[in-house]
C-alpha cells in the first residue's frame, strides 16, 4: 500500500488549494481506513491539520477550523485537503498519514498502520 499526495502549490493569501492523498495498491482492496492530514512549517515540528475516520468523523485543528475540509471519495481511494482562505503560516509540507486500514490480500483480511505519503509543499504569499 502506497499513499501518494498531490495538488500543492503557490498561492496568494486568500487563496484555495485542494490536496488529495490516493492509497494505491498492487492487489489489496482497502476497505476502511483513517486518514490524517499533518503539516511541517519551515523550522516548526509536526502539527495534524485534520483527520476522517473510516466512518467519516471528522476533526481540525483550531487554527484550520472554518477554512480546511476533509472529505474522501472511497470509489477512488482518495481523501481530500480543500483549504480555502489560505495564509501565510499555512505554509509548509503537508503529509497524509494512514494510521489504520483494513485491507484483504490473497491471505484474507489484515490491519495496516502508520503508512505515510511523501509530502508535498504549499507556500503561501503575502
Known amino acids: 500500500v502506497q499513499l501518494v499526495e498531490s495538488g500543492g502549490g503557490s498561492v496568494q493569501a486568500g487563496g484555495s488549494l485542494r490536496l488529495s492523498c490516493t492509497a494505491s495498491t498492487a492487489s489489496e482492496t482497502i476497505f476502511r481506513i483513517n486518514i490524517n492530514w499533518y503539516r511541517r512549517p519551515p523550522g516548526k515540528q509536526r502539527e495534524l491539520v485534520a483527520t476522517i475516520t473510516s466512518d467519516d468523523s471528522t476533526n481540525y485543528a483550531d487554527s484550520v477550523k472554518g477554512r480546511f475540509t476533509i472529505s474522501r471519495d472511497n470509489a477512488k481511494n482518495t481523501v481530500y485537503l480543500q483549504m480555502n482562505s489560505l495564509r501565510p503560516e499555512d505554509t509548509a509540507v503537508y503529509y497524509c498519514?494512514?494510521?489504520?486500514?483494513?485491507?484483504?490480500?490473497?491471505?484474507?483480511?489484515?490491519?495496516?498502520?502508520?503508512?505515510w505519503g511523501q509530502g508535498t509543499q504549499v507556500t503561501v504569499s503575502s
Open positions: 498519514n494512514a494510521d489504520w486500514f483494513l485491507f484483504r490480500d490473497y491471505e484474507g483480511v489484515k490491519e495496516g498502520h502508520d503508512y
